[in-house]
Nanobody
Framework: QVQLVESGGGLVQAGESRKLSCTVS????????LGWHRQVPGKQRELVAT???????YYADSVKDRFTISRDGPKNTVSLQMNSLKPEDTAVYYC??????????WGQGTQVTVSS
């Protein structure tokens, strides 16, 4: 199994920055890609950004050029640097691990609230 624990959420003003971190533990060797998703009440969870095992990244159009996903191998963490935050970025942010043949794993989520 793979365990994921997010941190870094909170209340920020529009235009400010925030960094989320996700610590990955367990069967790290089977993790193929890591990503961040977000969800607001009443809406489907949406993909924000992903990073593959060989560090290829993908971003949703809504966050491109504002958010940066990165991974720190020795620390087994994946981070999401969020700049120029907007009220519409308010959501619960979830870390996700995609494994090689063992399914997907999710963290418990961390709330980010951006006030205008």
């Amino acid at each position: 199994q793979v365990q994921l624990v997010e941190s870094g959420g909170g209340l920020v003003q529009a235009g400010e920055s925030r960094k989320l971190s996700c610590t990955v533990s367990g069967r790290i060797n089977i993790v193929d890609a890591l990503g961040w998703h977000r969800q607001v009440p009443g809406k489907q969870r949406e993909l924000v950004a992903t990073i593959s095992r060989d560090d290829h990244t993908y971003y949703a159009d809504s966050v491109k050029d504002r958010f940066t996903i990165s991974r720190d191998g020795p620390k087994n963490t994946v981070s999401l640097q969020m700049n120029s935050l907007k009220p519409e970025d308010t959501a619960v942010y979830y870390c996700k691990a995609v494994t090689m043949g063992a399914g997907d794993y999710w963290g418990q989520g961390t709330q980010v609230t951006v006030s205008s």
